[in-house]
């Protein structure tokens, strides 16, 4: 497996865990580009990493004891 496979897998890792598993929002602005387009279902796509910090807070409001 290439470096770069590998840290891309450990971003993901690291966004999922973080963000979503752990209400860490603020790692998305580490993680994610600002030109990143976020398409998160039942929304129109968004620019940035605010999208997936919304994302994340709702589906964590939605299922507060969330383990990703």
Do not use: C, W
């Amino acid at each position: 497996m290439s470096a770069e496979l590998e840290a891309s897998m450990r971003r993901s890792r690291r966004l999922y865990e973080e963000i979503f598993g752990q209400g860490n929002y603020s790692a998305a602005d580490e993680l994610l580009a600002e030109d990143v387009i976020n398409h998160g279902p039942g929304s129109p796509p968004v620019l940035g990493p605010e999208g997936i910090k919304r994302q994340a807070a709702l589906l964590r409001t939605a299922i507060p004891d969330l383990r990703a």
